[in-house]
């Protein structure tokens, strides 16, 4: 069964207004978690690294101020895009490891900004 | 910066046959090494992990990795036509568990 979860699934939201996107590890606990988005027919592009108790991490080019990350507990990691925009609109899957190594995917959130 | 190439582009493969996909990667470090399944429209689900020199096998699918050479393939037997997906490599040099992903491959199988 799935050791990831995503909620919202699918989301639909005004431009300018903001999403909250949650993932929760299942049955563990992980420390770190990750953000990716992907575009249709495009590869998975990390977007930011969410590490329990401190600051996340994002990747280059990243907007931290406008994509908010915050992991609230051993559980649980939150993605908010503010002031969404068209642009914004794609595929967000969170990622977890459990265990040492292997990296669950979340089943991924889909989000239009009309 | 760590890299991991995908060279090969969409494989079509007739029912039944042999998928082979490779895999090369840039940081001999590399400790970690995963095959993931994408179907359309969905996240990414682990199909296979290898950790150490040569075949692991479970099920349909195969995974080889050659660490000297920096390679790591996978064997798709008897593919089916619910194999059809885009398979994605991906590789961890450890610390942080973060993942460096190939762009991926998409393999189609014809009934």
């Known amino acids: 069964g799935a050791v990831v979860s995503q909620h919202p699934s699918w989301v639909i939201c005004k431009s300018g207004t903001s999403v909250k996107i949650e993932c929760r590890s299942l049955?563990?606990?992980?420390?770190?978690m990750f953000w990716y988005r992907q575009f249709p027919k495009q590869s998975l592009m990390l977007m930011a690294t969410s590490n329990e108790g401190s600051k996340a991490t994002y990747e280059q080019g990243v907007e931290k101020d406008k994509f908010l990350i915050n992991h609230a507990s051993l559980t649980l990691s939150t993605l908010t895009v503010t002031s969404a925009h068209p642009e914004d609109s794609s595929f967000y899957i969170c990622?977890?490891?459990?265990?040492?190594?292997?990296?669950?995917f979340g089943p991924g959130t889909r989000l239009t900004v009309t | 910066q760590k890299e991991v190439e995908q060279n090969s582009g969409p494989l079509s493969v007739p029912e039944g046959a042999i998928a082979s996909l490779n895999c090369t990667y840039s940081d001999r470090g590399s400790q970690s090494f995963f095959w993931y399944r994408q179907y359309s429209g969905k996240s990414p689900e682990l199909i296979m992990s290898?950790?150490?020199?040569g075949d692991k096998e479970d099920g349909r699918f195969t995974a080889q990795l050659n660490k000297a050479s920096q390679y790591v393939s996978l064997l798709i037997r008897d593919s089916q036509p619910s194999d059809s997906a885009t398979y994605l490599c991906?590789?961890?040099?450890?610390?942080?568990?973060?993942?460096?992903f190939g762009k991926g491959n998409q393999v189609v199988v014809i009934p």
């Open positions: 990622s977890a490891p459990r265990g040492s190594y292997e990296q669950y």
């Open positions: 991906a590789v961890n040099g450890g610390g942080n568990n973060r993942l460096a």
């Open positions: 290898i950790y150490s020199n």
């Open positions: 049955d563990f606990q992980a420390t770190t």
